[in-house]
Each structure stands twice: as C-alpha cells, then as structure tokens.
C-alpha cells in the first residue's frame, strides 16, 4: 500500500490548500457507502478523508474508558492514540437529528475546514444532499436527464452505476472546494 502522506500533488490540483469535496448522495441502502468503499481503495495514492452524515445519535466511544470519562467530564475534544489509531471525538455535531439545513452545512463545512487544514487531497462526503457541492447519486434518481433534456441536478458529477475509474477521472477532473462555499458556525 502506498504511503499517502508522502504523495506530493500540489501541482495537480488547483489549490493546494484545499481539497477536491465530492458528495455521494441517494436513498438509503442505494449502495452509498459500497461506493466511498471503492472509491478510497481507487485513491490509494492519495490522502483520502470520509465524512458520514448520520442522522441518529451513536456513542463512538465505550462507557467507561478514560477517553470517554473524558468526554463525560466535559472536555470539548478528546483524542486518543493507540498503538494503531489516533481518534478524535469533538463535540457539536449537527445539534439533533432534526437539525436545520444551514446548521447541518455549517457543521459540514467547519469539518471540511478542519481536513483541508490536515492536507488530504481528497473528501469523500457521503449525505449531505442540501450542500452544494460536486456530487455523485446513486440509486433511482440518479440525476440524469428528464423529458426537457437538462440535468435536475447541476452538481452531478457522475451515477453509481459508471464505473469506478470513471469516477476516479470525474473526481480528479473536479476543483476544489473554494473557502466560504459552506456556511460557518
């Protein structure tokens, strides 16, 4: 497997500062999360970033570790490092699982802004179908062309039935994503 780290493209894309944003959106079991599967193994060579818009609450740590007793104490990030993984758990998600639209985007770009920061090339966003970003669908309503022969979603970059190097092409072929295109908290 390729470092990622150590993979220079600067000179590939257009801002070195900020990364390509691609979000793969569709109904639920369409194959969304297969696909960001297949698209991180096709960017090995790059430094790759996921974001997952989740709309119920989840404990991503276990009760009762130290990590966790840290959290419960209050502090607004905890990061854990293991021998494996480093793990960060920030407080201020989206606010609930009936969050408004412009809070669920500022949410997702104060995240983005947090990863461009860190130097991935690449963010695969799965949901967040309100943001405006380049997008993949995947499932019916796919985003092709219907009777007057334009594309309902302007944003559509490519469908989750082409084929995975012609995403990869469709990604790569994408700018990134300019500061102040998502609202801030």
């Known amino acids: ?4 780290s150590a993979t220079d493209t600067s000179e590939e894309r257009g801002d070195p500062d900020r990364p390509t944003v691609v979000s793969i959106i569709g109904p639920s079991d369409a194959g969304k999360t297969s696909l960001v599967e297949a698209l991180v193994s ?3 060579d790059r430094r790759v970033a996921t974001v997952k818009s989740i709309h119920h609450d989840i404990e991503p740590d276990t009760p009762g570790t130290d990590t966790h007793r840290h959290r419960t104490a209050g502090a607004d990030t905890v990061v854990g490092i293991t021998p494996a993984f480093t ?5 201020g998600g989206k606010g609930s699982d009936r969050t408004d639209t412009a809070t669920e985007l500022a949410a997702l770009g104060a995240t983005l ?6 130097g991935f090339d690449i963010v695969l966003v799965e949901g967040f179908g309100a943001a405006p970003l380049p997008t993949i669908r995947v499932g019916e309503g796919d985003g092709t062309a219907t009777g ?3 594309d309902p979603d302007p944003n559509r970059i490519g469908t989750g ?3 995975i190097g012609t995403l990869r092409a469709a990604i790569e ?3 990134p994503v300019e500061p102040g295109t998502l609202p801030r908290r």
């Open 42 to 44: 096709a960017f090995e």
């Open 1 to 4: 497997m390729t470092d990622r």
């Open 148 to 150: 007057a022969g334009t």
């Open 113 to 118: 802004d947090r990863l461009a920061s860190r």
């Open 87 to 91: 793990f960060e758990i920030t407080r």
């Open 161 to 163: 039935d082409e084929s």
């Open 173 to 175: 072929d994408t700018d």
